[in-house]
């Protein structure tokens, strides 16, 4: 088992909000772009954009955007708001035992990596590739990887590895010793 330590714990949150989820291209290179959980950056032949996550969520709640492309922001969406969830979990639990919490953060994060990963195959189908364009989710291995090290890590423990022997039951000694 794996030495937890909290601040870099949160560092490793907050490192999934800021690097980006995936790298796409739409279409036949018509555009192209990053994703982040918070906003995506677009470059197409029209010009260049910042979309930040409410402004997609205006764009399916007004028509603009349906169908796979929704289906896919609101997918995103979720993963976003996991990881919010994640991240607010372990700041609300921060000073209480590490055991009782690690495994509903664990599960936050990973269901975050799968609404990302549902999100892309969504969009672009099941091998990132389609009409729609292609998508390579470089950040979603990482939230999995996250996931995999808050569950698989302990608090430091200050025994030094003392306190894993078993304690000797009664003081007789067993047939065959010569004391």
């Known amino acids: 088992m794996y030495r937890i330590n909290r601040p870099f714990l949160a560092s490793l949150l907050a490192l999934t909000l800021v690097l980006p989820v995936n790298i796409y291209c739409i279409g036949n290179v018509l555009g192209a772009g990053l994703q982040f959980p918070l906003f995506r950056y677009q470059q197409t032949y029209l010009g260049t954009s910042l979309i930040f996550l ?23 969406v979720v993963g976003t708001l996991l990881l919010i969830a994640a991240i607010t979990f372990l700041i609300i639990r921060w000073q209480e035992e590490y055991e009782a919490a690690r ?27 389609g009409p729609a364009g292609f998508c390579i989710p470089i950040g979603v291995p990482l939230i999995f990887g996250v996931a995999w090290w808050a569950y698989n890590a ?11 022997l078993p ?3 009664s003081d007789e000694v067993p047939s065959g010793d010569s004391r």
């Open 54 to 76: 409410t402004r997609d969520l205006d764009y399916v709640t007004t028509g603009i955007l349906a169908g796979r492309t929704a289906l896919s922001i609101c997918l995103g």
């Open 154 to 164: 302990g608090e430091d423990d200050e025994s030094g590895g003392a306190g894993d």
């Open 103 to 129: 495994k509903i953060l664990s599960l936050l994060l990973a269901g975050a990596g799968v609404a990302y990963l549902a999100s892309c195959v969504a969009q672009y189908g099941p091998l990132f590739h």
């Open 167 to 169: 304690e000797p039951e």
